[in-house]
């Protein structure tokens, strides 16, 4: 009777063990992997953040056409990223705020944001390699006695939030830093005086001062820094494959070639 009692809890117990691993699944099945569809928006479509202020990586011409070196770039980063089904990607672009790709990009209101970013850690996003080297400057009107970074000391500053001018320029002693609009209605503002500086790419306050013979851009930079394209968090497939792109991209020679049409 013993022999009876303890075949049938063995049976019971063998009976529960596969009713348990059947409502359980095979835990050693590797989870389906994702994919770079499965990151974006819509498969086949990079919608990158774009603000439309900045040239010469990005503005808009006289007919309303965004143009620039970023916006080339992101056209070739675009058609070198595929879908699944072997296509190639488009892009599609929202223009913004400066302040709010970020936000924009962490809401998935946008896949990628490409306006100029520096790399900075504090910004709560991934950042691909760098495809421009650059540095932050000072530009000021020639009239304005201001010659170097010390003499910002007790002056208006602008500055677009959240960039690494921006925050460097909180580190000038005294000094009042604002951000009055996007870069257009700052150098008006400087051009009348209501500001006494602004902080901008070397290349963007170059293209203001060869276009305005007012303006002057101090030989000091305010700080070094990189562009990178920013991408949401946890978007490691898109990140990667943007990575692969702008490689290419750099080693190519079409990178060269852009900054060549584009005054850079």
């Not at 499965?38 to 990005?58: K, Q, W």
């Not at 101090?218 to 700080?223: A, D, N, S």
């Amino acid at each position: 009777m013993k022999k009876f009692v303890k075949a049938i809890s063995l049976c019971l117990a063998l009976a529960l063990t596969l009713a348990l691993t059947a409502c359980g699944g095979d835990s050693s099945k590797p989870a389906e992997e994702t994919t770079l569809d499965d990151e974006v928006m819509t498969a086949g479509t990079l919608v990158v953040g774009i603000s439309a202020d900045y040239p010469p990586f990005e503005s808009l011409d006289n007919e309303g056409n965004l143009i620039g070196y970023d916006v080339d770039m992101a056209k070739y980063l675009a058609d070198h990223l595929t879908t699944a089904d072997g296509e190639t990607y488009q892009v599609e672009f929202v223009q913004m705020e400066f302040s709010t790709i970020i936000s924009a990009l962490q809401t998935g209101q946008v896949d990628v944001g490409i306006a100029a970013f520096s790399y900075d850690p504090e910004r709560q996003c991934l950042f691909t390699d760098s495809y421009y080297e650059s540095s932050q400057v000072v530009c000021v009107r020639k009239d304005s006695g201001i010659a170097s970074i010390e003499d910002l000391s007790g002056k208006t500053i602008a500055a677009g939030t959240g960039t690494v001018g921006y925050e460097k320029a909180l580190e000038i002693e005294g000094a009042n830093v604002v951000t009055p609009g996007d870069y257009l209605q700052q150098f008006e503002m400087l051009r009348v005086n209501q500001i006494d500086a602004i902080v901008c790419d070397a290349k963007v306050g170059e293209g203001y001062a060869e276009n305005n013979e007012e303006f002057v851009v101090l030989e000091e930079p305010l700080v070094e820094d990189n562009l990178c394209i920013t991408v949401r968090e946890g978007n490691t497939k898109l990140l990667e494959a943007l990575n692969v792109a702008i490689e290419e991209f750099v080693s190519s020679g079409t990178s060269d070639e852009y900054k060549e049409v584009w005054g850079l």
